[in-house]
């Protein structure tokens, strides 16, 4: 493939996407309030469709008749390349929080860069991404807070939950090397501009929030290079499922 | 501590040049929830550009049983409407 | 009030329905108008949101993205769906919560057609085609019904429904223009999903006791049995066009009624499940009671932060 960069490059955004949005399909029919539950649909739905246009847009420069569909699913686990956070489990409702809201904040500052990729489709995704993204930012936000200063009880899940994600988050700002001569390019965007601003507009927040920031230094992360916790194979079954026991069929 | 979230009213402008209008209700714990509650139950079909919520206890509403004499005198005031008065057909634009 | 005025009030009530007015929320009316329209809304509004689960279990597994964001946002309107009906129950002085209660408790039903597996995905085509469609017949006729927020509510449902039906016999056309083993797949779910969407309507006419009032107060604007006929003759000529046979040996054309002519229901079936003995009730009062207890600490969450908020305003402006 010639824009083997580009193609990796489309596909560490879109498989955030899709994996979180996996994440949140789990949920429907099981939120904490028949309200909260359509919420997080829509969030999952926004997402879901920022992925079909990304990987349509892969799709087109692997060539060989590929689909969107073959791109979101028929790889190995070892090509994916979304980080570790999108795929932790729903542990409980404050970790579909904490994962929603650190992924949320990273996202929106993502989109707001990749609007001036000098890439038009991608630029143009972002574009209409970001209001979507936007909401979700204040509705994980908002729900940061309730939870956060809450009861009791829920300050503590909360700050379980925050403490449990924290060392997720270095991974969002790792640059790889074929994201480095994306940003070279002026088609992919230097994270590492935003990194200050996504620790302060987190941290401001957490604190609102009533919680306690995480000193821990630790990072976890492998995704990017497709390397991925225990859970994403499984995630893997259910999304490739139909696809893999029915190869070649049209749904 | 067990208390249910409260019951709002929505009230959506499907375009900006019409009213709102009541589209229903839904459960919330605060105004900023109730918000983006409405906009995701009641606007998921692109049809709002603007949304009010207020919270049902807050609506003072008149009892159906007083409407004989709330609603009922109106109905005689008919020199209010343009067809109580005779004009020739001669006389146009009024 | 007196007997005598009690009486006369229900008079003047019945006509006002006979005569096609509507009746609200703060209207006068007779107890069991107000007890049959909160049973009957409730559980429309159970099945609604346990109807979301059968369903639900397929996003994760949807075999493509556009199918996926379809199926998400029809489970979604379900949910959204529920909503508007307990929203429409609640005018009537009864709370989500207490309709919860009775719902986790046993005391309220739902439609029992979701206490079947959806086990392929060709279950998803023929939960939309058939107990979509099952359900739209009823929900037609309950938008002109007597008690206006149930109307206006079902307004609104009908109008967004309109894309479920299609959506599922959209699966169901995909895959019987598909392979063998596709095709196969949908013949499977037919067999499987014809019986109990013939059962949505209810016991026969002359096991429904309550048939007479609730035509009378247009909850009902056919009988069951008649419903019944309406979504066969309706549906076979869908089964013939997508190239799959109805599984009733019995089911044939009558030219002289000018209906099909059918089998006898498993009415044994039908009580064993409403009865709670289906294949998946236990599962899905499991997930309903699972949902709201494990929310239990967000909720309570929401309101004490709530009313934190208020405090701090108050005492910011005092």
């Known amino acids: 493939m010639k824009n083997q960069d580009l193609y990796i490059y489309i596909l560490g955004i879109a498989d955030n996407s899709l994996i979180l949005g996996q994440r949140l399909g789990e949920l429907c029919g099981h939120g904490p309030s028949l309200e909260t539950d359509i919420a997080l649909t829509n969030i999952a739905l926004d997402l879901f469709g920022q992925t079909r246009s990304y990987y349509r847009y892969a799709a087109s420069l692997a060539g060989e008749g590929k689909t969107e569909d073959d791109v979101a699913m028929l790889r190995i686990e070892r090509d994916y390349r979304n980080v570790l956070l999108v795929e932790q489990p729903n542990t409980h409702f404050g970790h579909v929080i904490a994962r929603q809201y650190l992924f949320d904040v990273f996202h929106f500052q993502l989109m707001t860069a990749l609007v001036d990729s000098n890439d038009e489709t991608l630029a143009a995704v972002a574009a209409k991404g970001i209001k979507e993204v936007g909401y979700h930012k204040r509705f994980s936000g908002d729900w940061l807070k309730r939870l956060g200063d809450g009861t009791g009880e829920s300050h503590e899940k909360m700050q379980e939950a925050i403490d449990h994600f924290w060392p997720y988050i270095a991974e969002l700002f790792d640059t790889t090397e074929s994201d480095e001569r994306m940003i070279e390019s002026g088609v992919g965007v230097d994270v590492a501009t935003f990194r200050e601003s996504y620790y302060s507009e987190v941290t401001d927040q957490l604190k609102e929030a009533t919680l306690t920031v995480p000193e821990n230094p630790y990072s976890k992360k492998g995704g990017k290079q497709g390397v991925h916790s225990e859970h994403m194979g499984y995630i893997l079954t259910e999304l490739q499922y139909m696809q893999r026991t029915y190869p070649n069929l049209t749904w | 501590m067990k208390k249910d979230w409260p019951l709002w009213e929505v009230f959506v402008r499907s375009k900006n040049g019409l009213e709102h209008r009541h589209f229903g209700s839904l459960h919330a714990a605060d105004a900023a929830m109730a918000l983006e509650n409405a906009r995701d139950v009641y606007t998921r079909r692109n049809e709002g550009v603007s949304i009010w919520v207020v919270e049902s206890k807050y609506i003072t509403a008149s009892n159906p049983e007083d409407n004989g004499e709330m609603f009922e005198p109106a109905q005689s005031k008919v020199y209010r409407h343009p067809t109580f008065y005779d004009l020739p057909d001669e006389v146009k634009h009024m | ?318």
């Open chain 3, 1 to 318: 009030m007196s007997e005598k005025e009690v009486k006369n009030l229900e008079v003047i009530f019945e006509a006002r329905i006979e005569r096609d007015d509507k009746i609200e929320p703060k209207d006068w009316m007779p107890e069991k108008y107000r007890k049959t329209h909160i049973r009957q809304i409730s559980q429309h509004a159970h099945s609604e949101i346990v109807g979301m689960l059968p369903e639900g279990n397929w996003i994760t597994r949807a075999p493509s993205l556009r199918r996926k964001a379809a199926l998400l946002a029809k489970v979604q309107d379900e949910g959204g769906h529920g909503l508007y009906l307990y929203a429409a129950a609640e005018t009537l002085g009864i709370s989500r919560e207490e309709m919860y209660e009775q719902l986790h408790t046993g005391k309220a039903k739902y439609s029992s057609i979701f206490n079947y597996p959806a086990i392929t995905w060709a279950d998803i085509g023929a939960i939309g085609w058939l107990v979509d469609g099952a359900a739209i017949i009823n929900q037609v006729a309950l938008c002109s019904t007597s008690f206006g927020p149930y109307a206006r509510a079902m307004v609104r449902i009908c109008k967004e429904e309109s894309f479920h039906q299609r959506q599922g016999y959209e699966i169901m056309l995909t895959l019987c223009r598909g392979t063998e083993e596709q095709k196969a797949m949908a013949q499977d779910a037919l067999n499987r999903w014809w019986w109990p969407s013939l059962m949505m309507f209810g016991p026969r006419d002359e096991d429904s006791p309550h048939t007479a009032q609730s035509m009378k107060w247009k909850l009902k604007r056919k009988t069951n049995d008649e419903l019944r006929q309406q979504f066969i003759d309706q549906t076979v000529p869908q089964a013939d066009l997508l190239g799959i046979s109805v599984p009733d040996p019995e089911l044939k054309f009558n030219s002289e009624t000018g209906h099909y002519d059918f089998g006898e229901i498993d009415w044994d079936e039908f009580w064993q499940v409403v009865k709670g003995h289906g294949p998946c009730n236990k599962e899905r009062m499991e997930a309903r009671v699972g949902a709201w207890e494990g929310g239990a600490w967000v909720r309570d969450a929401a309101m004490a932060y709530a009313e934190k908020q208020e405090k701090r305003k108050v005492a910011k402006a005092s």
